[in-house]
């Protein structure tokens, strides 16, 4: 499983340009411990950084128990490659959401240098956490930078010059930019979702405390994000479903 998911990561990232990720078990182990928590208490949101300890990068995925292979799971992180375009984030979303690819940046940022995952399940869910070191998802920073001559970018016309990079970690941006994921990463439903809608999903990264969610569904099998399919949502009893959050 752990061979898989870095196996996952790294052809990515070699098709991305940039080095390949090596697996930590200290991330691991911290992920798994995130994993067992959400099983537990069927909440879904981003862990709450640690006073005194690095940041670390986080993804997150979930789906119905047993219908997922471990690169199926990377894949959805990775379908978000769509809506990416080259440039310094949080610039870097043709939807103009960050959100929309922020676990694709994470997957690909080029100071990433290690990963750690953690699997659990409950009888409604499996949950995968990825914990990444460094983080991704700098602002003023180039995803594909993996050394500090060019880590920073020039500024893109209009946008500000920081003296020094803002670190965010995928769920503090999420937080901060939006509590809603506008159905962007909506995929076309199972053969047992509800009806198309065009309800908004609800970001659990948004607040990370005991808050529930609404998340858009769609099959972990699809290869690629598309802007005209319709969001559909699928309850929890439905099979072959995956969700992320932002």
Same mark, same amino acid.
């Given at each position: 499983?752990?061979?898989?998911?870095?196996?996952?990561?790294?052809?990515?990232?070699?098709?991305?340009?940039?080095?390949?990720?090596?697996?930590?078990?200290?991330?691991?182990?911290?992920?798994?411990?995130?994993?067992?928590?959400?099983?537990?208490?069927?909440?879904?949101?981003?862990?709450?950084?640690?006073?005194?300890?690095?940041?670390?990068?986080?993804n997150i995925w979930g789906g119905t128990p047993g219908a997922f292979r471990p690169e199926s799971m990377v894949d959805l992180w990775i379908a978000e490659k769509e809506y990416f375009v080259p440039g310094v984030f949080p610039r870097n979303s043709?939807?103009?959401?960050?959100?929309?690819?922020?676990?694709?940046?994470?997957?690909?940022?080029?100071?990433?240098?290690?990963?750690?995952?953690?699997?659990?399940?409950?009888?409604?869910?499996?949950?995968?956490?990825?914990?990444?070191?460094?983080?991704?998802?700098?602002?003023?920073?180039?995803?594909?930078?993996?050394?500090?001559?060019?880590?920073?970018?020039?500024?893109?016309?209009?946008?500000?010059?920081?003296?020094?990079?803002?670190?965010?970690?995928?769920?503090?941006?999420?937080?901060?930019?939006?509590?809603?994921?506008?159905?962007?990463?909506?995929? &076309? #439903?199972?053969?047992? +979702?509800?009806?198309?809608? =065009?309800?908004?999903?609800? $970001? !659990?990264? *948004? /607040?990370?405390?005991? &808050? #529930?969610?609404?998340? +858009?569904?769609?099959?972990? =099998?699809?290869?690629?994000? $598309? !802007?005209? *399919? /319709?969001?559909?949502?699928? #309850?929890?009893?439905?099979?072959?479903?995956?969700?992320?959050?932002?």
């Amino acid at each position: 499983m752990n061979d898989r998911l870095l196996d996952s990561h790294n052809r990515e990232r070699a098709l991305a340009g940039v080095p390949a990720l090596r697996w930590n078990g200290d991330l691991a182990q911290r992920a798994q411990a995130w994993a067992d928590h959400l099983a537990a208490t069927g909440r879904f949101e981003h862990s709450p950084n640690v006073p005194g300890r690095p940041l670390e990068g986080e993804n997150i995925w979930g789906g119905t128990p047993g219908a997922f292979r471990p690169e199926s799971m990377v894949d959805l992180w990775i379908a978000e490659k769509e809506y990416f375009v080259p440039g310094v984030f949080p610039r870097n979303s043709r939807t103009g959401r960050p959100q929309d690819v922020s676990h694709y940046t994470q997957l690909i940022w080029g100071r990433s240098g290690e990963v750690g995952c953690g699997l659990a399940q409950s009888d409604r869910e499996e949950i995968l956490v990825c914990r990444y070191s460094e983080p991704g998802n700098v602002r003023g920073r180039d995803p594909f930078a993996h050394d500090w001559q060019r880590a920073f970018a020039p500024p893109a016309p209009g946008q500000s010059t920081l003296r020094l990079p803002f670190a965010m970690s995928t769920a503090s941006f999420a937080g901060a930019s939006s509590a809603l994921i506008e159905g962007a990463t909506a995929l &076309r #439903g199972s053969a047992d +979702a509800l009806p198309s809608v =065009s309800a908004p999903a609800v $970001s !659990s990264a *948004a /607040s990370r405390g005991p &808050r #529930g969610t609404v998340p +858009a569904y769609g099959e972990a =099998s699809v290869t690629s994000l $598309s !802007s005209s *399919a /319709s969001p559909s949502i699928c #309850g929890w009893m439905s099979k072959n479903c995956s969700w992320l959050t932002d």
